[in-house]
């Protein structure tokens, strides 16, 4: 038997599932000794490989298999080495070609769930081949020609596993003369998003066990790599299959964000690449439906915020349409849309993340969408969005079965999966009908007593106010101290205070017997704001019934403001919500404002309390008398009428001796204390030993407030109420004057409690270790500083927050160049510390010490731009980069003076660009990139003189490019790139003579580029790619001479390039692939001395590049792509004859490096 029928048999017993240790280890040591012949190793890079991978079933058949084709690899270059040969032979690569073909055929057998085989193999060749360069080049070459062939049914998949051993093997072994990681990188991470979307080709996209099998190299992807390498094919992929497309995106941004890069796909929601509009066209057609449905919830998860809102909004306008038009297929898709965003949003809970937007996006957008459309299908999608926002979903529809078996089997191909779980509502409504004895509960079923369900109920809250351990029942002073202490650490959202109202009024139902039940109010947040205790007595047992059945409407009404009442008119302790100041929780004492327990009689009354005797003092106001009436001598009453009656003394008992009576005595001297003199100083004395201990009373108190010796608990502005606010506090809640002076600043705002603005006016009075008054020139600023901090959620900021301590002010933080943003340290002060304002993180002030700068970039704001922020009239740059602020720009912003910087990039913000912001005549740039801003961009823009610089890029902006542009003769930058504007590039930009940046790609853009283009002579970098823009590149074009990028790729340019290419001197990248360019490439592209990227693939060229030119492109040329290559279906010849390019594509768009 030779070498070649030896290592057959030794293969395919190694690849079976029934081998004992002894037959294994046997087969392995004979394997090893065979694979040393060179003829042995070419038989297992023939047909065999396949063979040997059809025949393993089990995990230990696959790693034998793996490392039996992998030794023989390293010995095959090993033998390659050893013959001074540095390229892989045929061999090595059907080698390589059979351990990739092994590695995608274990991760399709069911059977094989235990080992990674990847990263067995990462294993086998670092144990190998580790710091062996010039062996590690050759395996690495080997892999790279498995991920350049082209995709067929028999290798499909492959390139996943080629490209992650090529690049492990770059790593632990580079090649001796490597010329850098980032270009080798450059190009396995280009050819990877090539073969996942398949650019050009007619092959479908990987398939999602594909994608998951190339995990490895998704989750080593960067920002840029993502931006380029990927979105590039993607994008259009996405428009030649979009369906097909769907699965692939969908797993492969699930990868993104195990991998915690799902902000990746933030900017191209919409824009150019619109991820959610390709997706919204899919979700509404039969076919689509499933796929895109999945896409929407990779991306909802992927990105809890942008992504949510986006693919929220999008789904849930388009579903009122679909209702409008009755479009049941649109419906259908949309529903189970949402239906999967919502499930994906709740899996992310389970995983401990929560975002206060999801409840918004619930409650404002999704519910009341789906409510619309109404019947099974509307309430079976809603559903988990009832769930997700904490809220009792309404009955289901009495026809469960008004919808297709289609929707519920895509329903469940497309949601995400999260554990089955039981809502909290449903576990309440269970406790109920135990209440109520089982009178609607299943025969038989068992029921807990009310105190038992109490029991439960107070465990739940005492878990959500982390852990307490306070009951339904007990008293909040009981609760106080130890709630105030989680406050500043667990602000919880709108769902936990909705569970927290229903779960009271629950215990309130349940609990029975004549022991006293306490009804624990529901508050903003976790803690109770106040507990009342009412003893039930044995009428409570007889009322419980009727407690229950009110139960229902305590939980719908539990965001009323209005107070809840019992039947009978008395307060159930349900305080209104509005009724308790944010600050309350933290324990300080509001001057002469008392709520609660204080409040008059009348106000009392008015809520529906009863009116309660005063047992003390003996008054009775309903019968308006002492209770009981007069009494006399013991108290005993004389009559029956309680009036005193006058008794007759008989002449007997005249002369009777009363021991009362005393002889008066003239000589006698009166006791001391009937001494007036003594009487009127002891008066004198008490009256000045009053006003000496509330003098000292009141001096440690201004001394504690001055040291700012409190405990004060912050409360973030996303904890206040909503509604209506409450009545304004009593006059001795504020300073008269300063209170004037907040006033005068917001209005009634100042009495709206949890509010921003009461919290900042409470501090700035109480709490505030400065300590101003209303002559204070800085107390305006100071407060509406406060009330920012307040507003944007101060005590979640990164940096520089308050401590308990306000004397501890210093703070290390990160500072930005004020022009170019570079980052360096600085010491700054803490917020609402015993500093200057001026010297708190961010604020800039010159001599006068008006606030002229507020500069907040990336430190977690949260909230919204309030109208107020103009009322700093001094303010000149506002500064929020890199947060979380959403809502939309407010138009008051326009009436700021001496405002000239605007930076309120990548945030949240939505709506249009208001119009009043074109008034401010002093405005040099305007940067609101990279938000969720719709709309046109108003013509206005051209009253903005001064304006150098407008990025509106990555927003949901349509229309034209206003013409009036060309009016702003000082622009140096325009970035609107990633919008969905249309219509012509505006020939007006020539005259932006200033101009050195225009970014306008992917967008709708058409027409020509226009010739005065070429009067912007100072251009240096010009993006238009991703548009519509067609014909000839104009001959001013070549005028740029400054210009350094050209990014002209994906749109629909023809004609040729011209020899007048020779004045772009300064040019670095070139780009113009994927168009319609004809003729031959110009020989004067030799003459760019600075050019390292010359793109040219998937046009019309022709002709042969000459040696000269080769020789003096390679002096710099460090990327040259061209159609050169000679692989063309039917024998075609290529394009062009090009020696010293470094790619070369072919007619079926596949390219490959030379």
């Known amino acids: 038997m030779g070498a070649s029928d030896e290592i057959r048999e030794v293969a395919l017993t190694l690849a079976q599932d029934n081998l004992d240790d002894d037959a294994a280890e046997e087969a392995v040591s004979q394997a090893m000794w065979l694979i040393k012949e060179t003829v042995a190793r070419e038989e297992l890079s023939g047909p065999l490989g396949l063979e040997v991978a059809d025949a393993c079933t089990d995990d230990d058949g696959y790693v034998r298999s793996l490392s039996l084709f992998l030794n023989a690899l390293v010995l095959e270059v090993e033998a390659v080495a050893d013959a001074s040969g540095t390229a892989p032979t045929h061999t090595c690569k059907n080698l390589a070609k059979s351990v990739c073909h092994l590695i995608v055929r274990s991760a399709t057998v069911e059977s094989h769930t235990e080992v990674d085989m990847v990263q067995e193999a990462m294993d086998i060749l670092a144990e190998n081949l580790q710091d062996e360069h010039e062996l590690g080049s050759i395996v690495t070459e080997s892999f790279l020609t498995v991920a350049r062939s082209p995709i067929s049914d028999s290798n499909r998949g492959a390139y996943g596993p080629a490209l992650i051993l090529a690049f492990h093997m770059h790593q632990i072994a580079p090649p001796p003369a490597d010329d850098g990681d980032q270009k080798f990188r450059r190009d396995v991470m280009d050819l990877f998003g090539r073969r996942v979307f398949v650019l050009g080709g007619s092959a479908p996209p990987a398939t999602p066990e594909e994608v998951l099998l190339a995990a490895p190299l998704i989750m080593e992807l960067t920002k840029e790599e993502f931006d380029g390498a990927i979105l590039r094919p993607l994008k259009f992929k996405l428009m030649s299959s979009p369906q097909e497309t769907m699965g692939t995106l969908a797993a492969f941004v699930d990868v993104l964000a195990e991998a915690d890069n799902g902000r990746y796909v933030d900017s191209h929601l919409g824009g150019g690449t619109n991820l959610v509009g390709v997706a919204l066209s899919q979700i509404k057609t039969e076919s689509g439906m499933v796929g895109a449905a999945k896409v929407m919830a990779a991306l909802a998860k992927a990105s809890p915020v942008k992504g949510a ?24 898709g949309l529903c189970l849309g949402l239906e999967a965003v919502a499930r994906g949003l709740l899996s992310l809970t389970d995983e401990g993340i929560e975002d206060e937007i999801w409840n918004e996006l619930a409650e404002d957008v999704a519910i009341p969408a789906l409510e619309d459309v109404g019947g099974y299908d509307g309430a079976n999608s809603a559903a988990p969005w009832y769930e997700l926002a904490g809220l009792d979903p309404p009955p289901p529809p009495d026809d469960t079965t008004a919808t297709s078996g289609y929707v519920s089997q895509a329903v469940a191909s497309a949601a995400p999966n999260p554990p089955v779980r039981q809502s909290r509502e449903d576990k309440d409504r269970q406790i109920k009908q135990a209440a109520r004895g089982g009178g609607k509960a299943a025969a038989g079923a068992a029921t807990r007593s009310g105190a038992q369900q109490a029991s439960i109920l107070d465990d739940r809250i005492a878990r959500k106010n982390g852990g307490s351990g306070a009951s339904v029942a007990s008293s909040i002073r009981s609760n106080n101290n130890n709630n105030n202490n989680n406050n500043n650490n667990n602000n919880k959202n709108n769902r936990s205070r909705k569970e927290n109202a229903k779960a009271a009024a629950a215990g309130l139902a349940v609990a029975g017997g004549a022991a ?69 929780k933290t324990g300080l004492d509001k001057k002469g404002f008392d709520q609660g327990d204080k409040a008059a ?24 008398m002492a209770n009981g009436g007069p009494s006399v001598g013991n108290g005993e009453v004389d009559n029956e009428e309680g009036l005193a009656v006058a008794v007759a003394v008989s002449p007997d008992e005249d002369e009777a001796f009363i021991p009362a009576a005393i002889e008066y005595d003239p000589d006698s001297k009166p006791p001391l204390f009937k001494n007036r003199r003594f009487r009127l100083y002891t008066c004198a004395a008490c009256i000045l030993l009053v006003v000496v201990v509330c003098g000292i009373v009141v001096g440690v108190t201004m001394n504690t407030a001055k040291k700012g010796q409190f405990d004060l608990q912050y409360v973030n502005a996303t904890d206040r109420p909503t509604g209506s606010p409450t009545p304004a506090p009593t006059p001795g809640f504020f300073l008269d004057a300063v209170g004037d002076t907040i006033f005068n600043l917001v209005g009634d705002k100042m009495y709206d409690q949890g509010s921003p603005y009461a919290l900042a006016a409470d501090w700035i009075i109480n709490y505030d270790p400065m300590q101003l008054g209303p002559r204070d020139a800085n107390i305006a600023q100071r407060y509406l500083l406060a009330m920012l901090f307040f507003e944007w959620n101060g005590m979640d900021w990164t940096e520089c927050t308050p401590t308990d301590d306000p004397n501890d002010v210093d703070c290390e933080a990160t500072c930005f160049d004020w022009l170019y943003g570079d980052p360096f340290d600085c010491d700054k002060k803490r917020w609402l510390s015993n500093s200057d304002e001026c010297e708190w993180l961010g604020v800039t002030c010159p001599e006068d010490r008006s606030v002229r700068g507020l500069e907040l970039i990336y430190n977690n704001l949260k909230g919204t731009l309030p109208t107020e922020i103009a009322k700093l009239e001094s303010l000149q740059q506002l500064s929020l980069i890199e947060n979380f602020i959403s809502g939309t720009i407010p138009s008051e912003i326009g009436s700021m003076k001496h405002l000239f910087d605007i930076e309120l990039n990548w945030n949240l913000l939505t709506g249009s660009i208001p119009e009043e912001i074109f008034d401010s005549r002093i405005l ?35 229309g034209p490019i206003p013409t009036e542009i060309g009016m702003l003769t000082n622009m140096g930058y325009a970035q609107w790139n990633d919008n969905q504007l249309s219509g012509p590039i505006p020939s007006e930009l020539g005259n932006l003579r200033r101009l050195r940046e225009l970014y306008i790609d992917n967008n709708n853009l058409s027409g020509m580029i226009p010739d005065e283009i070429g009067n912007c002579e100072l251009m240096e970098d010009l993006w238009i790619r991703g548009n519509n823009i067609a014909g000839w590149i104009p001959d001013q074009f070549y005028d740029l001479s400054n210009m350094f990028r050209f990014w002209g790729q994906d749109n629909q340019l023809s004609g040729t390039l011209s020899p007048q290419v020779r004045k772009l001197v300064a040019m670095e990248d070139f780009t113009v692939r994927g168009n319609f360019l004809t003729g031959t490439i110009p020989s004067q592209f030799a003459n760019l001395q600075n050019l390292t990227a010359l793109w040219l693939h998937f046009n019309d ?31 075609l010849p290529p394009f062009v004859n090009c020696p010293c390019c470094t790619h070369c594509c072919d007619h079926s768009s596949n390219c490959i490096e030379l």
């Open 516 to 584: 006293a039940v306490g009804t624990a109010v529901a508050s903003r947040g976790t803690d109770p704001a106040a507990a009342k205790t009412r003893g039930g007595g044995a009428g409570a047992s007889a009322r419980r019934g009727g407690e229950v059945d009110r139960l229902d409407q305590r939980i719908a009404a539990k965001q009323n403001v209005n107070p809840a009442e019992d039947d009978d008119g008395h307060d159930n302790g349900f305080a209104d919500e509005k009724q308790e100041s944010a600050l309350d």
């Open 1101 to 1131: 060229f022709t002709g042969t590049t000459s040696p000269a030119f080769c020789d003096q492109l390679d002096v710099s040329l460090e990327e040259f792509y061209t159609d050169c290559g000679t692989t063309q279906p039917g024998n």
């Open 309 to 332: 809102v986006a693919v929220t909004d999008a789904m849930s306008e388009d579903l009122r349409g679909s209702v409008s038009s009755q479009d049941e297929t649109a419906k259908i």
């Open 924 to 958: 040099f740039r305007i940067n609101i990139y990279k938000n969720l801003l719709t709309g046109t961009v108003s013509p206005n823009i051209g009253k903005i003189p001064a304006l150098e610089g407008i990025h509106v890029g990555e927003n949901a902006l349509t």
């Open 601 to 624: 009689p009348q106000q009392i009354a008015s809520r529906g309390a009863a009116i309660v005797p005063d047992v003390e003092h003996g008054i009775d106001e309903k019968k308006g």
